[in-house]
């Protein structure tokens, strides 16, 4: 299933680094950004999310909230989190629910490994419809953060 520009983003509910449960329709009025990513402690999620961690007022400044998610637990992603001083939400999608919901979930992964979330990149707008969506098939490409940073400007 691949989402369009333009249609609704589909509503989840997951557990944050921290066990809260996140709502994505809670972020209304704000900008989103989802980043889907395969798995922590692995060397391409760590060279994005530490970009994004490093540029991250780029994002705050267009009034965008970053939250990064992938098929890890809770538990990994708060330690990560801790580690490596990521300055924005984590979210475990560990059920598969909102990588499936994204067309974001590899069917199979390296090693046979199945259910991985894609990486990929998604725009979500003040009012909860898609503005930019990028899933990449390829693993150890990052999605186009400049892309997402002038979609996000045009959304300002």
Request: aromatic share 10%; charged share 20%.
């Amino acid at each position: 299933m691949t989402l369009q520009i333009g249609s609704a983003a589909p509503d989840f509910t997951l557990p944050d680094s921290e066990k809260n449960l996140i709502e994505l329709s809670s972020f209304r009025g704000r900008n989103v950004v989802l980043l889907f990513f395969p798995f922590a402690y692995t060397g391409v999620c760590t060279t994005e999310l530490c970009g994004v961690r490093d540029t991250l007022h780029d994002y705050t400044s267009l009034n965008a909230e970053v939250l990064a998610i992938s098929v890890d637990s809770p538990f990994t992603l708060k330690q990560w989190k801790t580690e490596q001083g990521f300055n924005f939400t984590m979210l475990s999608d560990f059920n598969k629910e909102a990588s499936t919901a994204y067309g974001s979930l590899y069917e199979t992964f390296s090693v046979g490994l199945k259910g991985v979330s894609k990486r990929s990149a998604f725009v979500i707008d003040r009012e909860g419809v898609i503005r930019y969506a990028e899933v990449l098939d390829n693993a150890g490409e990052i999605p186009n953060l400049d892309a997402v940073k002038a979609t996000l400007s045009s959304l300002a």
